[in-house]
Nanobody, 124 residues
Framework: QVQLEESGGGLVQAGASLKLSCTFS????????MGWFRQAPGKEREFVAA????????DYADSVKGRFTISRDNAKNTVPLQMSRLKSEDTAVYYC?????????????????WGQGTQVTVSS
């Protein structure tokens, strides 16, 4: 069982950078892969990025590849998502999620634990 909390959202202009962070607490089990997803108004929740439990494997959605970077610090129990060259279409609520599956899933069905989300708004 994992508890997750996102932070770092806000309002930025197009082209700017923003860093989200997910703090996680593992109450049982170990070796969780972590993912970031986002959901824009009227749209389904979509995959953004994922990282394996040991940080050795990462995956990105094509729409953010080269602009976003996911990492993790297991000593601090954090999973940052560094976002750069933000676009208006990146506007969404961003969610952190945890999964016991390996390799890290890229669909919402692969994740059993979710945070409450943090709003990111990019103005053009």
């Amino acid at each position: 069982q994992v508890q997750l909390e996102e932070s770092g959202g806000g309002l930025v202009q197009a082209g700017a950078s923003l860093k989200l962070s997910c703090t996680f607490s593992i109450l049982s089990g170990s070796g969780y892969a972590m993912g970031w997803f986002r959901q824009a108004p009227g749209k389904e929740r979509e995959f953004v990025a994922a990282i394996s439990w040991n940080g050795r494997r990462t995956d990105y959605a094509d729409s953010v590849k080269g602009r976003f970077t996911i990492s993790r610090d297991n000593a601090k129990n954090t999973v940052p998502l560094q976002m750069s060259r933000l676009k208006s279409e990146d506007t969404a609520v961003y969610y952190c999620a945890a999964s016991g599956a390996h390799p890290p899933p890229t669909t919402t069905r692969g994740y059993g634990y979710w945070g409450q989300g943090t709003q990111v708004t990019v103005s053009s």
